[in-house]
């Protein structure tokens, strides 16, 4: 499985950005799918998962960001409105090990290589 992620880019604060993320495999429908990110100097932490169950979304984009997906297109999105200076990192993309994981990175077993979004202040 290959995940390509891109979309990224640089914006200013308030703006919004589009990430998407095209995975290889005929069976994307049958796997969660979530977006991760990493700052610089910072651990790479969980943005938002769409799996069988629902879509869920860490604390500090809840409610500007949105994940979606296209099971027709083998592709996952990443709608992030009212962008800040602390979205700032590389976004990564991953396939769950299965329908149902969520927001723990042990949970994804491939991975894309990363799109960078800047925003400035």
């Known amino acids: 499985v290959q995940l390509q992620a891109f979309g990224g880019g640089l914006v200013q604060a308030g703006d919004s950005l589009r990430l998407s993320c095209t995975a290889s495999?005929?069976?994307?429908?049958?796997?969660?799918m979530g977006w991760f990110r990493q700052a610089p100097g910072k651990e790479r932490e969980f943005v938002a998962a769409?799996?069988?169950?629902?879509?869920f979304y860490a604390d500090p984009v809840q409610g500007r960001f949105t994940i979606s997906r296209d099971n027709t297109e083998n592709t996952v999105y990443l709608q992030m409105n009212s962008l800040k200076p602390e979205d700032t990192a590389l976004y990564y993309c991953?396939?769950?090990?299965?329908?149902?994981?969520?927001?723990?990175?042990?949970?994804?077993?491939?991975w894309g290589q990363g799109t960078e979004v800047t925003v400035s202040s």
């Open positions: 495999g005929r069976t994307f429908r049958n796997y969660a």
């Open positions: 991953a396939r769950g090990a299965s329908a149902y994981s969520t927001r723990y990175a042990r949970s994804y077993d491939y």
């Open positions: 769409v799996n069988w169950s629902g879509k």
